[in-house]
């Protein structure tokens, strides 16, 4: 068994979660967050990080009944969250900065 960082096919993937290769494009053309390294023959190598967006689509497809549109529009909400929460670490990180070089003044 491969260790979970090394990078899998697109049959190892399909293989593991149970989703025919075919469905696995399919989403790489509708997610763009989905992007698999692609070498010789485009033969796709998919990073730990692909297959655990690809693992939270088809639960949020099949178990939870998103459509292809929904799971889009959900994914695109938390992105913008994440980049959100990233502009206030940055900003923190500022102050914090800003502080320290103060006391060091003091």
Request: glycine share 2%; aromatic share 8%; hydrophobic share 30%.
């Amino acid at each position: 068994m491969k260790s979970p960082q090394a990078f899998r096919t697109i049959s190892e993937v399909s293989n593991e979660i149970n989703i025919p290769a075919h469905v696995l494009r399919f989403w790489e053309t509708k997610f763009p967050n989905i992007n698999p390294l692609k070498r010789s023959g485009n033969r796709r190598y998919y990073r730990p990080e692909d297959v655990k967006l690809i693992i939270k689509i088809k639960t949020l497809l099949y178990d939870n009944g998103y459509t292809v549109k929904g799971v889009q529009k959900l994914l695109k909400e938390n992105d913008n969250k994440n980049n959100e929460k990233n502009n206030i670490k940055e900003k923190l990180s500022s102050i914090l900065k800003d502080i320290d070089n103060i006391i060091k003044k003091l």
